[in-house]
């Protein structure tokens, strides 16, 4: 028993050290600028990258699950690290946009997906009972990455320029997702036992989207991603046209955002081991909507500002952690990464919808009452949903107890 908790305790490391270097990739903003500078590009065309890498990641964790599978998170993680590494140091060296794309947007982002969702998933495998805690801890590396990249980069950019940073960028994100890598151990699951009738079981992604409660989670965590991420997005904007606030002052808001991101992370998912996640999701998505409704309808001033922004923030970063678990108490854990990498799906569109929507509705405040609406249905729908329940039969053969499912999943 102390081995395995000591095997645990090192894939928990492991974890960590490896999404530090994952999380990285959420400082591409600082290279926004200084890209335009030297090429002449468009500055919405060159941040267009960090949308696609947005994207790139969302998609590349549908396959995330059979790639864990077929070579084991060890090599899988490895992989992601060198890859990840190679394209951030050829990022140094390109020369048009296209290759930008290719290189930071899709290449960068696809490993940096693989790598989130396996190491994440089978974190979360090793402690069945601290869903929430381990999510946070992995989840909350993630953001902490972000964080002390943004001023490893601020730096070598200042000092060297960008293209200096972006190949030392690469070599470290590489070697802390290869070292974390090594120990890495994949968890073994075996299928929940079921004595009698009805039962909770692991279910299969195609399981899992015949039943309703994986479209309802996808329109909740569409809801949450897209309340935060268009935050992000545009914080000091807000800060400036709707507060009032000088370009400086809007400005801190950016890092308070990151802190309160990373510490919701941790707290909240600490918290959903001890209280149920559903009611504690839904009172981030309360906060969350009373704070989009502030900042459309009152008047704005330092203090409003910024505790709009540090609930939104705070909740998001909650949100991001406690869904890894709600997704492995409704659908067991021997499949999490492939039924989460289909539930994650709404971080992605949710990554794009928001500019999206604020260019059909125009401005900020519209987008906020559309996602004031989009909280309102989902508080609704966590108020309601229940985890889905697989009818079984149980058949007696030579003393070999086996369990038959049944076509219909509830």
């Known amino acids: 028993m102390k081995d395995k908790r000591k095997e645990a305790l090192v894939v928990i490391i492991g974890t960590v050290i490896t999404q530090l270097g994952l999380g990285s990739i959420y400082t591409w903003s600082l ?28 998609v590349s964790t549908l396959a995330a699950g059979k790639l864990q599978e077929r070579f084991g998170i060890r090599k899988l993680t490895s992989f992601c690290g060198i890859m990840l590494g190679v394209g951030l140091i050829l990022t140094s060296k ?69 293209q200096e940073a972006f190949m030392i960028w690469g070599i470290i994100a590489m070697v802390l997702i290869i070292v974390g890598a090594q120990l890495l151990k994949d968890a073994k699951v075996s299928e929940e036992k079921v004595d009698k009738g009805e039962g909770r079981v692991d279910f299969t992604v195609k399981e899992m989207l015949k039943t309703k409660q994986a479209y309802l ?34 400005a801190n808001a950016v890092a308070m955002v990151a802190v309160f991101n990373t510490i919701g992370r941790l707290i909240l998912g600490a918290i959903s081991d001890k209280f149920d996640r559903l009611k504690v999701m839904m009172c981030t998505l309360i906060i969350t909507l009373v704070s989009v409704l502030v900042l459309c309808f009152v008047k704005l001033n330092f203090v409003g500002f910024f505790t709009c922004v540090a609930c939104i923030a705070f909740c998001f970063g909650g949100n991001i952690t406690i869904f890894p678990a709600i997704v492995g108490d409704f659908f067991g854990l021997k499949n999490h990464s492939k039924n989460y990498g289909v539930i994650y799906q709404g971080f992605g569109l949710g990554a794009l919808s928001g500019s999206v929507i604020a260019t059909i509705v125009g401005g900020f405040k519209p987008t906020f009452i559309v996602v004031g609406v989009l909280c309102m249905i989902s508080i609704i729908i966590v108020a309601t949903i229940k985890p889905p329940i697989k009818k079984v039969t149980l058949v007696t053969n030579s003393n070999i107890e086996k369990v038959q499912f049944n076509s219909k999943i509830a």
């Not at 290279?31 to 990641?57: C, E, H, M, R, Y």
């Not at 020369?95 to 490993?111: D, N, P, R, T």
């Not at 090793?126 to 999510?135: A, D, E, Q, T, V």
């Open 94 to 162: 390109v020369s048009s946009i296209g290759l930008l794309y290719i290189l930071a947007g899709i290449l960068v982002g696809a490993m940096d997906g693989i790598a989130y969702i396996t190491t994440l998933s089978n974190a979360i495998k090793w402690f069945p009972n601290k869903k929430g805690l381990i999510s946070g801890i992995s989840v909350g590396a993630y953001g902490t990455g972000s964080l002390i990249f943004k001023y490893i980069n601020s730096d070598f950019i200042n000092k060297d320029g960008f």
């Open 217 to 250: 989670l996808f329109i909740v965590m569409f809801t949450a991603c897209m309340s935060g991420l268009y935050l992000i997005g545009i914080v000091k904007d807000i800060g400036v046209k709707l507060a009032g606030l000088d370009v400086q002052t809007a």
């Open 31 to 58: 290279f926004n600028q200084p890209i335009v500078n030297k090429f002449g590009w468009g500055l919405s065309d060159v941040a267009l990258t960090f949308s696609i890498a947005s994207f790139a990641l969302s």
